[in-house]
T-cell receptor, first 116, second 118 residues
Framework: AQKITQTQPGMFVQEKEAVTLDCTYD???????LFWYKQPSSGEMIFLIY??????QNATEGRYSLNFQKARKSANLVISASQLGDSAMYFC?????????????FGGGTRLMVKP | GAVVSQHPSWVICKSGTSVKIECRSL??????MFWYRQFPKQSLMLMAT?????????EQGVEKDKFLINHASLTLSTLTVTSAHPEDSSFYIC??????????????FGPGTRLTVL
């Protein structure tokens, strides 16, 4: 079964508008961390934001915020005031507690295209 | 954030040759480094996890004799694609995390290496 699911292969958003990228996850581990990365056409993976399973508040980092709904096992990324430079692939990833020293599991990604 | 470099950024080689890709953590000590492979328009697939001074742990389906990983120091890991063939052409990305061993540790990624095997 997929551990991380991103159901939107591609999305368009108008410049200056907000956009939500969906991510659902599957784990039985009570301790886990959720990450979002941006991958522009250059290929580099850029860390955006982190949410821990025990965090009481939704994470925010500048224009990025994470809509964490634990009961629904979703961790959607919200980008406010989209900019042309936000056009990129976005990946949601999870690290499970029993794998604390180990790897991230990635979703399939969402390609975001910002229209001028 | 921390900086991870990769070298080379791209390489073209003939079928049958071996290619070495270096991954360095520039401003922190990386006890664990990861190697990923990414095909066009697809997600990252973990190939192996390497801890400094020990043998790498390969994911199922990844040939350890073909993809040799060495993590000799806390700042350097290398991936050698031995006897490369066209099907090995891909984007290879390394990442590194520090010594904290905490679930919150951010994994920092290198810029990737595009390998093309003719």
């Amino acid at each position: 079964a997929q551990k991380i699911t991103q159901t939107q292969p591609g999305m368009f958003v108008q410049e200056k508008e907000a956009v939500t990228l969906d991510c659902t996850y599957d784990t039985s581990d009570p301790s886990y961390g959720l990450f979002w990365y941006k991958q522009p056409s250059s290929g580099e993976m850029i860390f955006l934001i982190y949410q821990g399973s025990y965090d009481q508040q939704n994470a925010t980092e500048g224009r990025y915020s994470l809509n964490f709904q634990k009961a629904r096992k979703s961790a959607n990324l919200v980008i406010s005031a989209s900019q042309l430079g936000d056009s990129a692939m976005y990946f949601c990833a999870m690290r499970e507690g029993h794998n604390a020293g180990n790897m991230l599991t990635f979703g399939g990604g969402t390609r975001l295209m910002v229209k001028p | 954030g921390a900086v991870v470099s990769q070298h080379p950024s791209w390489v073209i080689c003939k079928s049958g040759t071996s290619v070495k890709i270096e991954c360095r953590s520039l401003d922190f000590q990386a006890t664990t480094m990861f190697w990923y492979r990414q095909f066009p328009k697809q997600s990252l697939m973990l190939m192996a996890t390497s801890n400094e001074g020990s043998k790498a742990t390969y994911e199922q389906g990844v040939e350890k004799d073909k993809f040799l990983i060495n993590h000799a120091s806390l700042t350097l890991s290398t991936l050698t694609v031995t006897s490369a063939h066209p099907e090995d052409s891909s984007f290879y990305i390394c990442s590194a995390r520090g010594a904290g061993g905490d679930i919150t540790d951010t994994q920092y990624f290198g810029p990737g290496t595009r390998l093309t095997v003719l």
